[in-house]
Structures are given as C-alpha cells and as structure tokens.
C-alpha cells in the first residue's frame, strides 16, 4: 500500500507559495485563483482563495503531498486543518511587505507547536530589493517567542533556492529524530 | 529615563509620500530609541528628502555649517539617491524606518552631549560630516570590524583596508565591493591575525563611483568565507576545544550552501558540540569541520557552552530513516 507524506507551505498572501510548489512538483499544481477582491492588501492580480496543491512521486508509488494554505486571514482556521500529520511546514515571509516581522509572528504563533518540534524553516523573499529587515531581525523574532528555527534568503522563482529550504527541513528533522533515538538508548 | 526628543520634516516630496512618513512616524511611537516629532520647519535633526529638489542643496548646506539636519533621500524602485549618500526606499517598512531613526537618534544625542567633539564640516561635496569609526583601534580582526560596523550604521558606504585589500561595505543594502574576486586566497588574506585598520565613511561623491561596480556580494558571504578559509593561526583560539552551539543557522541562502554544512549546522543548533564531537556524530573530517566552524564564529553565529563535556560519549546518529534518502531522491538533492 503506497504510503502518504504531507507537506505544508505557508505564508502571507503574495510571498511565493504557488511559485515554491510548483518548483517542486511532479504534477502541474492545481491551484485556486480568482481575482484578489483585497488590493490594498496586496497588489496581486489574483490569488488563491482555498489552497494549492502538488505532489512529488517516490520510488514504489509513495508521495509527498505538497499543500499549499491559503495566505488570506479569514482562511487561518484551514492552517491548523492542513497542518496535522504533516512531516513539516515551509513558512515564506516577502520583505517587501510594509511589516515583515509581524508577518511572521502571524506564522510563528499559528505553527507554533510544529516550530518547537523543530519541523519549520522560514524562507524569506524580496532580500535583494528590500535588504531590511535582515534575517537577524527575523531571528530576533523568534526569540521573542521563545523558538527557534533556520532562517533563510531565499527566491522561490529559482527551484534550487526552494530545495534548500526543503533540505535544510528534513536535515532539522533528521538531527532531532536521531537525537530522540540517542536519548531512548 | 526620559527620550530625547528630535524632530524630522520632508523636504520636496509628494503629498503621498510626506503622509507616508508621517503615518510611519505614528506607526513606530514608542518603539524608537528617542522620541520624534514632525516639524515644518528646517531647523529638525532629520530631513526626509526628494533629492530632485532644489532645497536639498539649501539643506545640505546647512548639515555642512551646523551638522543638522541628517538628509535622507526617500526614493522609489529605479530611483537615484544622489547627490544625497543616504536613501530609504518606500514603500517604508517599518524595522527600516525604526533603523534609520535609531542611527539618526545615536549620532544627534551623542552631538548634543559633547558639541565641542561634533566633526567639522568640510568645505566640499560631502553632504555629511566625515565619520571615522574609531572602534576597530583595539585590533580587532577583518571579521569582528565588519560585524560591528554593520550592527551600528544601517546606512552609508564604508571602506577597509585590510592586508593590501580594500573592501566597500554598502548599507543598508548589506552587499560588498572587493578589490579582489573573492577566493580562498584572498578570504584567507583578510582573515589575517594583524589588526583591521579603522573603516572610513565615503562622501556621496566616492560612494557613487563604488555603488556602479558590476559585481557586489553579500556582506554574510564575506564573512562566512573569510571564517572558512581562514589559517589555523588565525582561527580563534577556543575553536579546536570549546563546546559550541549554533544560536543561528547560517543564511545558506546568502553565504552559498556546500551539502555537508547543513547536516553540521542542524547538528550544531539541536545540542552543543565540540570539533571532535561534530566529526565524529557528522562523519566528515575534523579540518572541514573546523572550518565551517571558523566560518560561524566569523559570522557571529556561534555561542560557547560553559560547563566540562559530558562523561558519555556522543553516540554517532545515522540517518532518521530512508524516507529522507528517497526524498532527497526524487527532489534531485544532493548530500
């Protein structure tokens, strides 16, 4: 019986959800656009109302399914719903958003748990054209808040730049799982 | 203890963007090291400016003469900052703007204290009093001067000279102009044991001329490579024996990714690790070892653990599972 991974990509309504996934995916992703009815929010043309969707095919028929939620707030009750049982969560910030910072206090709360289980990285977008906040800055976020977890410049139109934030999170998970092992010996 | 209080304006900007700066301003109350109030006057600590405008040179003057006010171009994507040497792009972003107010707020305070220090203004092009940051005098190394100098000022153009090579620090947009592509030779040069030389600020006039340059790096990947390049000699003296850990993954999306380096930092920020301990859990060589955690500890990135290593022996970890071999598979990754 093929087995099911889950991966969860979030973010903020324009910081390159759909672009990382479809980086990624081995299928054309399906994604749910309309017209952004919120233009003071963010200047997109359109944008996902429910989520996106992609997957990644192993050797043997498992998959990796790969949700993208959808970055307008009215949809946070989705968050926690995609989020359970998933191997870890990508959370992209776009630094060319007015507040940045409290943008990803907005992740940081939401995903908090899957943050303190060391199964997060945050990617953050726009660093070329808009320097600051700096990834210190949204380190010292996370201190705030008592967590911890890899912080890094990213372009997700570029899919080497989406593998890393992918292989930066299963190195995460691998050093803590084999840490827990050492700790039941 | 009460804030000081200083005052900014706007200088020859649209309706638009002098609401911009003044809802900002409403926005970080509170939040900034002194307090600041809006002024339509001239004769303000700090001058949001349209440098099209023809009181910029009226202003600059001014700054010349009295050392006030602080100019700042505020200016919008494919927009020159000149003649001005310090800009800030809108659309504002709140930590850029908390940034600059700070900056501006440091220099002021310190003036108002010990005027008879203030510098003297120079009789040329230069739009801002000459400052020397005086801080590196204790020999400090290339790495340690230019994590100081970018902590401090968030803004401005900077330059060291440092074992026959000159390195521009660009802020804010924290990128590097080298007299030298950036090799190991040259990485290992500037991580050299002798003392850095002072940085010294350029006038807008030097500062355009480096800001044409074809080619910046960013300021992470210099230090990153000065620290993994770095000879043995030059290496801080606790690397080979303290327990240290990783109070922050290094911004592989800036300082360049090589595979090893992200099993060592997930390694390093779970628990703390000496060089001999991070070989034998990570299973790479002690040397490779040792440099990426040269380049940490050049990066700032790296906190020692105080406290005798454990009696028991850390215990290699292998992989989790083959999931992660066959993820890594189908997604193409490689290490």
């Known amino acids: 019986m093929p087995q099911e991974y889950k991966l969860l990509i979030t973010g903020s309504m324009g910081a390159g959800k759909t672009t990382a996934i479809a980086a990624v995916s081995d299928i054309i992703p399906v994604s749910t656009d309309v017209h952004n009815s919120d233009r003071t929010t963010s200047d997109k043309a359109s944008t996902t109302t429910a989520l996106d969707y992609g997957e990644v095919t192993l050797p043997g028929g498992d998959k990796l399914r790969i949700y993208g939620t959808p970055g307008q707030a009215r949809f946070d009750y989705m968050w926690q719903i995609l989020g359970a049982g998933a191997l870890g969560v990508v959370i992209l910030v776009d630094n060319s958003q007015p507040d940045p910072l409290a943008d990803l206090r907005v992740y940081l709360h939401a995903f908090a748990d899957t943050v303190r289980e060391g199964r997060a990285v945050v990617g953050i977008g726009r660093t070329e054209s808009h320097p600051r906040p700096d990834v210190g800055d949204f380190h010292g976020v996370a201190v705030e808040l008592g967590l911890a977890l890899p912080i890094l410049s990213v372009d997700v139109r570029r899919r080497d730049d989406v593998l890393l934030l992918l292989d930066v999170l299963f190195h995460q998970i691998e050093a803590l799982a084999g840490a827990s092992r050492e700790s039941h010996t | ?335």
């Not at chain 2, 709140?94 to 107010?101: K, P, R």
């Not at chain 2, 009093?129 to 005086?134: I, T």
């Open chain 2, 1 to 335: 203890m009460k804030r000081p209080l200083l005052s900014l304006t706007t200088v020859g900007l649209s309706i638009r963007d002098e609401t911009l700066v003044k809802s900002m301003l409403q926005v970080v109350a509170g939040k900034t090291a002194s307090a600041w109030t809006f002024s339509d006057g001239l004769d303000v600590d700090l001058a949001f400016c349209n440098p099209q405008s023809a009181l910029v040179l009226v202003l600059t003057n001014r700054a010349n003469e009295t050392g006030r006010p602080h100019c700042v171009a505020l200016v919008r994507d494919g927009a020159c900052a000149q003649p001005l040497a310090t800009s800030i792009h809108a659309p504002l972003q709140v930590g850029a703007f908390i940034s600059l107010l700070d900056s501006v707020s440091a220099s002021a305070v310190r003036d108002r204290a010990a005027p008879a220090l203030a510098p003297t203004p120079r009789p040329t092009s230069t739009l801002m009093p000459m400052l020397v940051d005086d801080t590196s005098e204790s020999g400090d190394g290339f790495a340690e001067t230019v994590r100081r100098l970018a902590k401090e000022h968030t803004a401005g153009t900077w330059r060291i000279s440092h074992a026959g090579l000159d390195a521009v620090l660009l802020m804010p947009e924290r990128r590097v102009v080298l007299s030298v592509p950036l090799g190991a030779d040259a990485a290992a040069a500037l991580a050299g044991n002798a003392g850095c030389a002072a940085p010294l600020w350029l006038d807008a006039t030097d500062a355009a001329h480096v800001r044409e340059a074809p080619s910046t790096l960013p300021l992470e990947r210099l230090l990153w490579m000065v620290g993994l390049h770095a000879p043995r000699a030059a290496q801080p003296q606790w690397l080979a024996t303290a327990r240290v850990r990783l109070r922050q993954w290094p911004d592989f999306g800036r300082v360049g990714m090589v595979p090893a380096h992200l099993a060592l930092s997930a390694l390093l920020a779970h628990a703390p690790h000496d060089a001999a301990e991070l070989a034998a859990a990570s299973g790479n060589e002690l040397a490779d070892v040792e440099a990426f955690l040269g380049a940490c500890a050049a990066s700032g990135l790296l906190d020692i653990e105080p406290g005798p290593a454990p009696t028991t022996p850390a215990v290699a970890p292998r992989r989790v599972s083959r999931l992660f071999q066959r993820l890594r598979g189908a997604l193409g990754i490689g290490g």
